[in-house]
Nanobody, 116 residues
């Protein structure tokens, strides 16, 4: 069974940066997946933050364009999200999963809190 383990979250002040990591296991098809980051704030639905196919062009939600960068390392089965210029509204639990097709099992996510 495919598993995703997210890490790297924490408490950061507005304007700060964090780098999230997602480790995938239980699959030999990782490089075939479009991988994506999602987030869910309290009381809100989960939303797409950024997606990246192998060897392709990343796409970003408008609310993170110019601030976040998604990357991946297929050999390590890892996906990353570099988050700069963080805002309080970026506070949420962040998850990784496939960006297209049926979702695989969700991990526990990593909490990002942006507050002074």
């Amino acid at each position: 069974q495919v598993q995703f383990v997210e890490s790297g979250g924490g408490l950061v002040q507005p304007g700060g940066s964090l780098r999230l990591s997602c480790a995938a296991s239980g699959t030999v098809f990782f490089s075939d997946y479009v991988m994506a980051w999602y987030r869910q704030a309290p009381g809100k639905s989960r939303e797409l933050v950024a997606g990246l196919p192998s060897g392709g062009i990343a796409n970003y939600a408008d609310f993170v364009k110019g601030r976040f960068t998604i990357s991946r390392d297929n050999a390590k089965k890892m996906v990353y999200l570099q988050m700069n210029s963080l805002k309080p509204e970026d506070t949420a639990v962040y998850y990784c999963n496939k960006g297209t097709g049926r979702f695989l099992s969700w991990g526990q996510g990593t909490q990002v809190t942006v507050s002074s």
